[in-house]
């Protein structure tokens, strides 16, 4: 797996319709207003790749420890309800002006996974995010971008999970084409210039901006870009030890879902132009 060890690690919340609302997190986000009514409610750390205790507004020590893993995820010690979130991460590289950026330019996308803790009550999204190693979900075969706009590769691509669970293969996450998202192209790389440039430290959002200044401005980031719909299956089952995770993206114009299913069963034959993370929980 690719390190992203010196990447700045970040998420958007709500940028699929729905998905807030099934995963119990709308709540969270009841004062947050928002321009658009369809745009994403804020972005959120999931890793930060710098010593958070130089920090003006210091973030959870937590925040610091490496979460990916293309392999596994490990269930947290405490006794809390765990889910999968099927998504895009987009690997961007940053420019800065004047300490804000200027502006993102994604280079590579592939099936990522914003595992999250299910627990009402949490302060902040990032508590819910990173629990420690093996929290996160990329996948080793990231895919080339083109250009991050329409007429792109990524116009062919759609994304699907699966959870196999005692021998048996299940649904997870609705299979949807990534145009599918609120915001994506240069729309969404716009919000999120100017979300971490202005984004406050309120309810359960965070001042990212003071973040990147603490980590002397990395220059590249890996992003996810939002959970999609869940299955009635996946919407109502926690993870569990034993499980077996997959988030796949695939082109929709050469391949079917019957085509994922096989390369799921016999990993050997993917195609080298599907993103496959498959994760073993522990």
Same mark, same amino acid.
């Given at each position: ?23 119990? $997190? ?12 369809? *745009? ?25 420890? #490496? ?19 099927? $998504? ?22 592939? *099936? ?27 996948? @080793? ?8 706009? @329409? ?40 919000? /999120?210039?100017? @979300? ?14 003071? #973040? ?27 993870? @569990?030890?034993?499980? $077996? ?32 993370? *498959?994760?073993?929980? /522990?």
């Amino acid at each position: 797996m690719k390190d992203f060890s010196n990447f700045l690690g970040l998420g958007i919340a709500g940028n699929f319709a729905l998905h807030l609302d099934q995963a119990g $997190e709308a709540e969270d986000f009841k004062d947050i207003i928002t321009e658009d009514e369809a *745009a994403p409610k804020g972005m959120f750390p999931f890793y930060l790749p710098c010593k958070t205790e130089s920090a003006s507004k210091r973030p959870r020590p937590i925040l610091s420890t #490496y979460p990916l893993s293309s392999q596994k995820i490990q269930l947290p010690r405490e006794q809390v309800n765990v889910q999968a979130e099927p $998504e895009v991460g987009l690997v961007c590289d940053i420019e800065y002006k004047d300490g804000l950026i200027a502006k993102i330019t994604p280079t590579h996308f592939g *099936a990522y996974n914003d595992c999250s803790i299910r627990e009402a009550g949490r302060e902040k999204i990032s508590d819910k995010k990173n629990w420690g190693q093996n929290s996160k979900g990329i996948a @080793q075969q990231l895919l080339d971008i083109d250009k991050f706009t @329409q007429g792109g590769i990524m116009d062919a691509y759609a994304i699907c999970s699966f959870l196999r669970r005692d021998g048996k293969l299940h649904a997870y996450g609705e299979d949807v084409e990534l145009n599918g998202y609120s915001y994506f192209y240069e729309k969404l790389t716009d919000w /999120i210039i100017n @979300q971490i440039n202005t984004q406050k430290d309120f309810g359960p959002l965070e001042d990212i901006k003071s #973040y990147i200044k603490a980590c002397n401005y990395p220059q590249k980031a890996l992003i996810s870009i939002g959970a999609t719909r869940y299955t009635p299956y996946g919407e109502s089952t926690f993870l @569990q030890s034993g499980d $077996e995770l997959f988030v796949v993206l695939y082109n929709k114009n050469k391949h079917s879902l019957n085509d994922v299913t096989n390369a799921l069963n016999t990993p050997a034959t993917a195609p080298k132009n599907m993103s496959i993370l *498959a994760q073993k929980v /522990i």
